[in-house]
C-alpha cells in the first residue's frame, strides 16, 4: 500500500486479494502506437492482447458497488467497452475533460480527452456528485509522453473513493494518479511496467511535502 509495484499488472493483479480496492483511476494505453515528438513511445501501445485480462483482473480487485475511471483512445472505443463488459463493468457516465490547446489537427483540432465512469455492481451515488466537464491544464508532458495534470484527477478521487478508502491505478505511468490520491488523504497501489516509468513514479512520491489542492472553480466540491 502507498507504492507502485513494478511489473505486468496483469501478472501482479493476480497475487493481489480479491476485492480489496475502493476505487480504480486508470489511464491505460490508448491501442493507437503513440509517439511524440521527441520519440518517446507508450508500452504496449500497438495491441490489445493485454486489455480484457487486465480488465478483468482490476474488476475481480474491486469491491463489491464501487466505481473505476477509465480513459481509453476514441478511435478503439468498440475494444475498450468490449473489454469492460467482459470484465462485468458497466458504463455509466462520461467525463470529458477540454484542453486551451489542440494535441492534434487532422480531420478535426483534437482538443479534448475522455474518460468513463464504469460501475462493478451499484454503486450508491456520490453524495456531491462532480461535473462531466473538467478542464485540462498543460503539464508540458515532462515525466511521460502522455502526463495528465493532477488538478483532473484530484476532484475523480475525492468523489469516488471513500475517505480511507485505497486507490489502484494499474497503469501508473509517472504516478500522477498516486500522487492525486495522496494529495487528498487516500491511500494508494499502483502498478507500472516500464522500469524508467515505475523509477520516475517512485522518486515523484518520495518527493515533495503533502498538500491538498485547491478545487477548480468550476468542478465544484465533492465528497
Known amino acids: 500500500m502507498n507504492s507502485v509495484l513494478r511489473g505486468d499488472c496483469i501478472e501482479v493483479m493476480r497475487g493481489l486479494p480479491a476485492a480489496s480496492v475502493d476505487f480504480v483511476l486508470a489511464d491505460p494505453p490508448y491501442l493507437v502506437n503513440y509517439v511524440d515528438r521527441s520519440g518517446r513511445r507508450v508500452a504496449n501501445d500497438r495491441n490489445d492482447h493485454w486489455l480484457v485480462p487486465a480488465f478483468e483482473g482490476i474488476a475481480r480487485l474491486m469491491k463489491p458497488d464501487t466505481f473505476c475511471v477509465s480513459f481509453y483512445g476514441w478511435s478503439r472505443a468498440d475494444r475498450f467497452f468490449h473489454a469492460w463488459r467482459r470484465a462485468g463493468l458497466a458504463p455509466v457516465g462520461h467525463l470529458t475533460f477540454p484542453k486551451r490547446y489542440a494535441s492534434s489537427t487532422r480531420m478535426l483540432r483534437y482538443q479534448h480527452e475522455g474518460a468513463y465512469l ?53 497503469f501508473a505511468g509517472s504516478g500522477s494518479s498516486l500522487v492525486a490520491a495522496r494529495l487528498v488523504d487516500r491511500s494508494f497501489l499502483g502498478i507500472e511496467l516500464d522500469p524508467a516509468m515505475h523509477a520516475t513514479a517512485s522518486a515523484r512520491l518520495s518527493a515533495g511535502p503533502r498538500r491538498r489542492p485547491p478545487l477548480p472553480a468550476d468542478v465544484g466540491a465533492a465528497a
Not at 156 to 164: A, K, N
Open 118 to 170: 464504469l460501475a462493478k455492481g451499484r454503486p450508491p451515488r456520490p453524495a456531491a456528485p462532480i461535473g462531466d466537464v473538467i478542464p485540462r491544464e498543460y503539464t508540458g508532458n515532462r515525466l511521460h509522453p502522455t502526463q495528465k495534470p493532477t488538478s483532473i484527477l484530484t476532484p475523480l478521487v475525492r468523489c469516488f473513493c471513500p475517505q480511507g478508502g485505497l486507490v489502484l491505478d494499474p
